[in-house]
């Protein structure tokens, strides 16, 4: 399975999981209940305990992740926003080649920086053991992370469109699909 379509699955899940923890924060607010659980020893993530902030902090790192991965699974498909005015009357040919440069242009290097320089936030966190200061979740480096690893889905992916996209560049008789799709459109 590509790196875009298991991404995309992941992602889909997230959802129904963002949904869940919306739909306990809304009862335990009506409930009036701030402290769900409370036990000895600290669990990765949510520490010694599970309070409204933890389950409200939980739908944000869960949407964080949902949002890296989406594009992943966007850039995939070929349902990410571009501009669309001229892209969508030109030769199969003429996309590719425009699409080789924006990604190596634009998509490839701004994902490498902002991983690159994210590793430094990642790590602060990770040494210095930050955590919500509300009694939410613990080890905020996990989402942290996920921004460094969520881009390199997607520069994963990108690269695998560029190199698919030179080959057909090289002979587009290897890729029938993309030839019938100029025909019909």
């Not at 963002?18 to 009862?27: G, I």
């Not at 409370?38 to 902090?57: C, F």
Request: overall charge negative.
């Amino acid at each position: 399975m590509a790196s875009g379509e298991w991404v995309g699955k992941v992602s889909s899940w997230l959802v129904i999981g963002v949904a869940l923890l919306v739909l306990t924060t809304v009862l335990l607010n009506a409930l009036g209940i701030n402290e769900v659980a409370r036990w000895q020893d600290k669990v990765l993530l949510l520490g010694d305990a599970i309070t409204i902030n933890s389950v409200t902090e939980m739908q944000w790192h869960l949407f964080g992740l949902l949002t890296l991965l989406g594009g992943t699974y966007a850039l995939h498909h070929d349902t990410h926003v571009r501009v669309d005015l001229v892209y969508h009357g030109l030769s199969q040919r003429n996309r590719a080649i425009i699409d080789v440069l924006g990604h190596l242009i634009f998509l490839l290097p701004f994902c490498v920086l902002i991983a690159w320089l994210s590793r430094h936030f990642v790590e602060m966190s990770f040494v210095s053991h930050e955590q919500s200061n509300y009694g939410g979740l613990t080890d905020r480096w996990i989402i942290k992370a996920a921004l460094p690893l969520g881009l390199l889905f997607l520069a994963v992916n990108a690269l695998g469109q560029v190199l698919e996209n030179i080959a057909f560049l090289l002979d587009p008789t290897q890729f029938p699909d993309r030839l019938e799709k100029a025909h019909a459109g």
